[in-house]
Structures are given as C-alpha cells and as structure tokens.
C-alpha cells in the first residue's frame, strides 16, 4: 500500500529536550516536505526536498531542521524545542515537483505539545 | 494578498443535500493546480480531488465535483447528497508551476468547517 508514515503520531515534551518527527514514504517520490496546522493559519510549509540531498526552507522554517540522506526518509529535526512550536505536523511527499505530479500524499500526522 | 481565500466560515447542510464550498485563488502563472482535501475530526489529510489549470472540463470524483471559474479565479467544491461522515474541515489548495529547481509547494487556504445535520 502506497503510503506516507509519520512518527511518533502524538508527543509531549518539554522546553530545550531536542526532538526529531521521522517520516517515510514507500512511493520512491522525489518531493517531500513538512507542513505545520495551527488553528486559523491553515497549512504552512516548513521546508522540503527536491531529491536526496537537495533541502530548502519553506515559509516557516525558524526552529527546525531536515535531512534526505535517502530518498524515503525525510526526518523532521526541532533541536531546541519550544512551546510556539506546539501543532499539529504533516509530512507530504509527491512523484516531482512539478505541478503535474499531483497530488501530494499526507502522511497521518503528528501531534506536537511543547510544555 | 492570500493566494488561496476561504471566506466561509462554517457550513451546514442537510443529509443527502448538496452543498457549495467556496474557494477563491490568486496566482499569475498559466499552470497551476487546484486541490481539495479533507480534514475529518481525527486529523488527517485526505485527497479529494484535483483540477488543473488547462483541464476544459470540471473535475469530478465520486459525489465530489469541483465547479472550476478560470477567468474568475474560482474553484468551488460541490459535494453531492452529503452524508454524515462528510463533517469535516476542508481545505482548497493551490500548486504553482516554479521555475525549474524551485520549490512546487502546496499554498492551503485557511479551511471551511462543513457539518453535515441528520
């Protein structure tokens, strides 16, 4: 089953404890990205990845950090957590870039609360 | 100015009635994508349906129909004898067409509640 997973789903922790949000696509798809969901914002991208290797900023990109040493793996990293990164996170991945390639896939979501 | 407007606050409609959700978008590219996702109570994003700029027929899928207005940069989704498990939130999204090596991102608009009365 083609599909998108995020872990872990749900996660509480605290202030500075550094964290990292995994995800993993088994569709061999060279777009992946990160989005976060806060009420009343909508989606915003945090950053993505053309391919392996190749990763920029998205709209919201303070705080956080990515890597794609493989193409499946697009791990979320929030070295110094704090309590305004507290949301709901999705992780997408798509064939290309291009605007034909569509749609994006969504990972389930992950559901961070920094305390 | 937002590229993708969502207006509606929230939304009611009648079982098995039809209902409109309106989305308004911004861009000057000549390819774009349009999209729709569902957001249910649990959390996660479901695609619904997809509609491309130079597609000269409405997109449909199932009892999801997009009602797309190139000229006046509308792109409403028309759901089709609604159901209960319809409540959800609903996104409009929108793909521009980068220059070549640039980002392909998805801009959301900000999302109508569609609640769906027994």
């Known amino acids: 089953e083609a599909q998108v997973t995020q872990n872990p789903r749900y996660l509480i922790t605290v202030t500075g404890k550094k964290l990292t949000v995994t995800c993993s696509q088994n569709?061999?798809?060279?777009?992946m990205s990160w989005y976060r969901q806060d009420p009343g914002l909508g989606l915003r991208q945090i950053y993505y990845?053309?391919?392996?290797?190749?990763?920029d900023k998205g709209d919201v990109p303070e705080g956080y950090k990515v890597s794609r040493k493989e193409k499946r793996n697009f791990p979320l990293i929030l070295e110094s957590p704090s309590p305004n990164q507290t949301s709901l996170y999705f992780c997408a991945s798509s064939r290309t870039g291009n605007v034909e390639d569509q749609p994006q896939h969504f990972g389930d979501g992950t559901r961070l609360s920094i305390l | 100015a937002q590229k993708i407007t969502q207006t509606q606050p929230g939304m009611f409609v009648q079982e098995k009635e039809a209902v409109t959700l309106d989305c308004t978008y911004d861009?000057?590219?000549?390819?774009?994508?349009l999209f729709w996702y569902k957001q249910p109570s649990s959390g996660e994003m479901i695609f619904l349906i997809y509609?491309?700029?130079?597609?000269?027929q409405n997109a449909t899928e199932g009892r999801y129909s997009l009602n797309f207005q190139k000229a006046r940069k509308s792109a409403n989704l028309v759901i089709s004898a609604s159901q209960l498990g319809d409540s959800a939130m609903y996104f409009c999204?929108?793909?521009?067409?980068?220059?070549?090596?640039?980002?392909?991102?998805?801009?959301f608009g900000k999302g109508i509640t569609l609640s769906v009365r027994p």
């Open positions: 999204a929108m793909r521009e067409a980068p220059p070549t090596g640039a980002n392909s991102k998805l801009t």
């Open positions: 569709m061999n798809h060279e777009y």
């Open positions: 861009t000057s590219d000549q390819s774009y994508g």
């Open positions: 990845s053309m391919n392996v290797e190749v990763t």
């Open positions: 509609q491309g700029s130079y597609d000269e």
